[in-house]
């Protein structure tokens, strides 16, 4: 299946395309990369170098793989780190050209805003955009705990506030809102990972490593997408993503700030070799 994916771009680790792309072509699909920026490293390091990408540049390219009526055979568009607003109306567009070639594709958002410990790292009015623009279109949207509680205005501490602020989304417009990871409250040693529907609602607890990595979001997104494309099955896709990332973690060095074994690890994307009980809970 063919994806049209949106997002960020690093020289050096694995965040945004730099993640998403290798995860989706390991599992089988072809990927058009689109970068909305083009950095040397996540901007969670000490310091980076390169730009966010002029956004006519960017549309450009888009309408460089419209010309190879490439939209027809689109199954999804994926999007996630902007680094300007201009850009996300630029995916909003995107996305409504491939509906109109082809009306079965998903529109599957990752509102990266920010994370739990660090907060927002995003340019003033993101936030606002994801809120107010990109959820209302989305079919899958991949929040994180900081992006739940960003997205919705409602403080989500547990499991339940978890849900609710995933349901307050649904309501809004996501088939499926998929919460990449969720710290509950007083249990440091495990992460949870929600999906959630109109009707179903299923979470993995799942082992926390020693390890401080970014892109885990970026990747658990490409992974859920991809297991959803091949069957629509939440608790698979939930099920499977996490085994995957979980794998890639073990095989990721510990002790400092450092970049995900997405390489050395990669057959752990496509048959993780330890699996995490996913529970319904609604």
Same mark, same amino acid.
């Given at each position: 299946?063919?994806?049209?994916?949106?997002?960020?771009?690093?020289?050096?680790?694995?965040?945004?395309?730099?993640?998403?792309?290798?995860?989706?072509?390991?599992?089988?699909?072809?990927?058009?990369?689109?970068?909305?920026?083009?950095?040397?490293?996540?901007?969670?390091?000490?310091?980076?170098?390169?730009?966010?990408?002029?956004?006519?540049?960017?549309?450009?390219?888009?309408?460089?793989?419209?010309?190879?009526?490439?939209?027809?055979?689109?199954?999804?568009?994926?999007?996630?780190?902007?680094?300007?607003?201009?850009?996300?109306?630029?995916?909003?567009?995107?996305?409504?050209?491939?509906?109109?070639?082809?009306?079965?594709?998903?529109?599957?958002?990752?509102?990266?805003?920010?994370?739990?410990?660090?907060?927002?790292?995003?340019?003033?009015?993101?936030?606002?955009?994801?809120?107010?623009?990109?959820?209302?279109?989305?079919?899958?949207?991949?929040?994180?705990?900081? *992006?739940?509680?960003?997205? @919705?205005?409602?403080?989500?501490?547990?499991?339940?506030? =978890? $849900?609710?602020? &995933? /349901?307050? !989304?649904?309501?809004?417009?996501?088939?499926?809102?998929?919460?990449?990871?969720?710290?509950?409250?007083?249990?440091?040693?495990?992460?949870?990972?929600?999906?959630?529907?109109?009707?179903?609602?299923?979470?993995?607890?799942? *082992?926390?490593?020693?390890? @401080?990595?970014?892109?885990?979001?970026?990747?658990?997104? =490409? $992974?859920?997408? &991809? /297991?959803? !494309?091949?069957?629509?099955?939440?608790?698979?896709?939930?099920?499977?993503?996490?085994?995957?990332?979980?794998?890639?973690?073990?095989?990721?060095?510990?002790?400092?700030?450092?970049?995900?074994?997405?390489?050395?690890?990669?057959?752990?994307?496509?048959?993780?070799?330890?699996?995490?009980?996913?529970?319904?809970? =609604?």
């Amino acid at each position: 299946m063919s994806i049209l994916s949106i997002q960020s771009h690093v020289a050096y680790g694995h965040v945004g395309n730099a993640a998403a792309v290798f995860t989706l072509q390991r599992l089988g699909h072809e990927v058009w990369p689109v970068n909305t920026v083009e950095f040397s490293n996540h901007v969670g390091h000490p310091d980076f170098r390169g730009r966010v990408l002029p956004p006519d540049l960017v549309a450009d390219v888009i309408a460089g793989v419209a010309g190879r009526g490439a939209f027809a055979r689109c199954k999804a568009v994926l999007s996630g780190y902007l680094g300007d607003v201009a850009l996300g109306e630029i995916v909003l567009g995107a996305v409504a050209q491939v509906r109109a070639a082809n009306g079965a594709a998903l529109y599957a958002c990752d509102p990266v805003i920010g994370d739990v410990g660090v907060g927002s790292y995003v340019r003033p009015g993101i936030a606002e955009f994801f809120r107010d623009r990109a959820v209302p279109m989305a079919d899958l949207l991949f929040p994180n705990q900081f *992006e739940l509680d960003a997205l @919705t205005g409602r403080p989500v501490r547990s499991r339940a506030d =978890a $849900l609710g602020a &995933a /349901r307050a !989304l649904v309501a809004r417009g996501p088939r499926m809102v998929a919460v990449t990871s969720f710290y509950p409250e007083g249990q440091a040693s495990v992460i949870e990972a929600m999906a959630v529907t109109a009707r179903d609602a299923f979470v993995a607890r799942i *082992e926390r490593l020693p390890v @401080t990595v970014h892109g885990t979001g970026d990747c658990f997104a =490409a $992974l859920f997408l &991809a /297991r959803w !494309l091949e069957r629509e099955d939440a608790a698979r896709a939930l099920g499977l993503a996490c085994g995957a990332i979980h794998g890639v973690l073990r095989a990721t060095p510990t002790g400092g700030l450092t970049e995900m074994a997405l390489i050395e690890a990669q057959a752990e994307l496509a048959a993780p070799s330890r699996t995490f009980p996913v529970e319904r809970i =609604a």
